[in-house]
């Protein structure tokens, strides 16, 4: 592997966005434990990975039609350590500004690069062992909690390393604060370190990192940013008797199950074309339906409470 990549200047035609200095090898068996569902999906992801930011809409209509029978380990992969290197063009935060604008259109998903200029972050850690604090009280209020900071990061340009917004995204996520607090600065750091080390004995090099797991320990990897179809194949080798679930794809239906959806993600998940979309949530925007909060490169819907 060329150990001059570098972890925010992610390869957008493949999806990748590659840790530097880690040495690859085949992925190995050790670290997996059994799962209770027929599936286990380890997801290797950090917080500021715009890839995995990329794979929103995929991930969403996987847990959808396939949540039955997965069951998901989200982990944390730490892709900007600090800024103590210099290399693939980029060698302070301003230097990602750009590359994040490029990202967010050729995934058409909303990323707005200034946070980069305005705030930016120094490492990916903080809010990496935040997410290992929230996962100590709910791992699905800790997926929200993700998503939550996701969306302070990408639209918002909050500084996630910050405590402000992390108790922000907590407190939204229906997370005790007091409690993430604590933990975050005590157990979860040991518990990110483990992440670290799991993802070094799988042979981790990058994010999105999505390993399927079935009951023997055959496993099927899909790395980087995929089609959904990649998901689904890898789902088929291990159970090929694997049915997906029929869902609701109405917008009142996406929206009792996610508080918010892009463009691109309502598209996906209601199966209505891309442009056909958007005009459609502009619509229930004007009719008082749904909240927009718009960015320079895109936007991002809310139901509005009544």
């Given amino acids: 592997m060329d150990t001059q990549l570098n972890p925010l200047l992610c390869d957008i035609e493949t999806g990748m966005c590659e840790i530097p200095d880690m040495q690859e090898n085949e992925h190995a068996k050790a670290g ?17 990975c715009s890839s995995c930011w990329g794979i929103e809409p995929q991930l ?16 944390m992969g ?51 062992i935040a997410f290992k604090a929230a996962q100590l009280q709910d791992k ?20 996630i390393n910050k405590w402000e917004p992390m108790a922000k995204a907590a407190e939204a996520a229906g997370l005790n604060v007091d409690q993430l607090k604590a933990d975050y600065e005590s157990t979860a750091k040991a518990l990110f370190q483990e992440d670290l080390q799991l993802a070094r004995e799988l ?24 089609p959904y179809s990649a998901y689904e194949n890898a789902i088929q080798k291990l159970l090929p008797t694997a049915k997906k679930s029929a869902y609701d794809t109405t917008w009142r239906g996406l929206f009792s199950k996610f508080k918010t959806l892009t463009a691109k993600e309502f598209s996906v998940l209601s199966e ?33 409470s009544k």
């Fill in 32 to 48: 997996v434990e059994p799962t209770q569902k027929p599936l286990k999906v380890i997801y290797y992801t950090d917080p500021i």
């Fill in 60 to 75: 969403r209509k996987l847990k959808l039609e396939y949540g039955k029978i997965l069951e998901m380990d989200y982990r």
């Fill in 78 to 128: 730490g892709l900007l350590p600090d800024w103590s290197y210099n290399s693939g063009g980029i060698s302070k935060p301003s230097d990602v500004a750009h590359h994040w604008d490029e990202v967010s259109r050729y995934y058409d998903m909303p990323i707005d690069g200034d946070v980069w200029l305005e705030d930016p972050m120094n490492s990916s850690y903080p809010p990496s």
């Fill in 140 to 159: 699905y209020k800790a997926i929200e909690f993700l998503r939550e900071l996701r969306e302070l990061l990408f639209l918002h340009k909050k500084n």
């Fill in 203 to 226: 042979g981790v090099r990058g994010f999105p990192s999505i390993f399927f797991v079935d009951e023997s320990g055959n496993r099927e990897f899909v790395y980087g940013s995929k």
């Fill in 272 to 304: 209505m074309d891309r442009q056909e979309s958007e005009q459609f949530l502009d619509n229930l925007t004007e009719e008082g339906r749904l909240e927009k909060y718009t960015t320079k490169n895109g936007a991002i819907w809310k139901l509005i």
